[in-house]
């Protein structure tokens, strides 16, 4: 895996694609919540596919990792806010 698709150290890195409703959700609640966050397009590679896979050990997406190395597979907005304590 080359490091532009692992997750970013320090900040919430979240593995989605442009065509997916809960990916499209998510990115404007980190967005709206001011959180620092990196998206990795699963569809723009399928290297980014594979680790988003190798994270969650499931197909799905959203998977949002957060700093402390957990991750959340399509979480709802109330999970991402009480995973971040907002």
Request: hydrophobic share 40%; glycine share 6%.
């Amino acid at each position: 895996m080359t490091d532009d698709l692992a997750p970013a150290p320090g900040t919430i890195t979240m593995y989605g694609a442009d065509w997916c409703r809960d990916c499209r959700r998510t990115e404007a609640l980190l967005t709206d919540l001011g959180v620092e966050w990196t998206k990795i397009d699963v569809e723009a590679s399928a290297e980014a596919a594979a680790q988003a896979q190798a994270i969650s050990g499931r197909t799905n997406i959203p998977v949002v990792v957060f700093p402390d190395g957990s991750h959340l597979v399509e979480p709802s907005d109330d999970a991402v806010r009480e995973k971040l304590s907002l």
